[in-house]
């Protein structure tokens, strides 16, 4: 299981990475044209959201991640909500990538004088649950503390309708991939027990019963946009439409446009999961930025 659970990480990282060119393109005929079909970790364009960054870095998503497996690393794979909030202050106060409006927002309400479990902006976007693979690595015996680490985690800055609820579904799923089960039996279970956000529910449901289509297209018609509602439904369609194949399903995600780094984390910790690190391209994880560290870190944690 520990080896499956690495490969959920790199695999979750490596999307975002690969996404980072073409991030917030909505327009795929745009992509088509200008960029072609991504098969590898680009270099940004000067006009990009992320233009401060380079191939095989991350976009805010991913630093975010990242930042979240050094705190592990340092408190010994355990997750500590004040520490955490303390350390991710620090470092987003002086970043130099995007700043989308959940992290303005909760540096705005720290900087008041709320507390971490009570300064959440009223952000309903992916990125908030996107982030939390390395929580699941070092959780993936603990269901219980897995769901309150994943739930005080997205609550730090991501507390608008079914934002917590996704992030919840999500390491549910991911804890019994790594238990054994199917990506579709692990949707299936953690549906009947049952998620608070009555429409992420029945926009999940759907997309376990959608018919078969492409991924483009699929992702279309459920939103390309940030909102977990659209976001997490459209990545669960692309996990079953090519859970044999990690590195599809992640190349599909980028073409597919808009918020496209969001939903490749979470595609890859699935399947990554599923599939393990055979499936991850070797020529992705050689000009992975960070992959060293994320390496050195497995060795550090239990």
């Known amino acids: 299981m520990k080896s499956a659970a690495q490969a959920m990480v790199l695999a979750s990282f490596t999307a975002d990475s690969l996404a980072l060119a073409v991030h917030w393109i909505y327009d795929t005929d745009q992509i088509d044209a200008k960029v072609g079909r991504i098969t590898d970790l680009l270099q940004p364009s000067a006009d990009s959201y992320h233009q401060t960054k380079k191939q095989g870095e991350f976009t805010h998503y991913g630093d975010q991640s990242l930042h979240l497996l050094r705190h592990l690393v340092k408190q010994g794979g355990r997750f500590f909500l004040p520490e955490y909030a303390r350390d991710w202050k620090s470092v987003m106060s002086d970043y130099s990538g995007y700043m989308d409006r959940a992290t303005k927002e909760t540096l705005q309400s720290l900087e008041g004088g709320k507390t ?44 608008g309708p079914g934002a917590v609820d996704g992030a919840l579904f999500l390491a549910r799923s991911c804890y019994a991939i790594l238990h054994g089960a199917t990506p579709r039996e692990a949707f299936l279970e953690t549906l009947a027990g049952g998620i608070d956000d009555f429409d992420l529910d029945l926009r999940l449901r759907r997309c376990l019963d959608l018919p078969d289509s492409s991924i483009r297209q699929a992702v279309k ?71 060293q560290e994320i390496l050195a870190a497995f060795d550090s944690l239990p």
């Open 116 to 159: 971490p479990d009570a300064c959440g902006s009223s952000s309903t976007d992916l990125g908030g649950a996107a982030r939390i693979a390395p929580l699941i690595y070092c959780y993936r015996e603990d269901l219980e503390g897995l769901l309150a680490a994943v739930n005080a985690q997205t609550a730090l800055t991501h507390k």
């Open 221 to 291: 018609e459920f939103g390309q946009m940030c909102s977990i509602n659209a976001a997490l439904p459209s990545a669960v369609y692309t996990v079953l439409q090519r859970e044999h194949n990690l590195e599809e399903a992640l190349i599909e995600t980028a073409m597919a446009g808009g918020d496209s780094a969001s939903r490749g984390m979470v595609v890859g910790m699935i399947l990554g999961a599923r599939l393990g690190m055979g499936k991850i391209p070797m020529r992705w994880l050689e000009k992975l930025t960070c992959h």
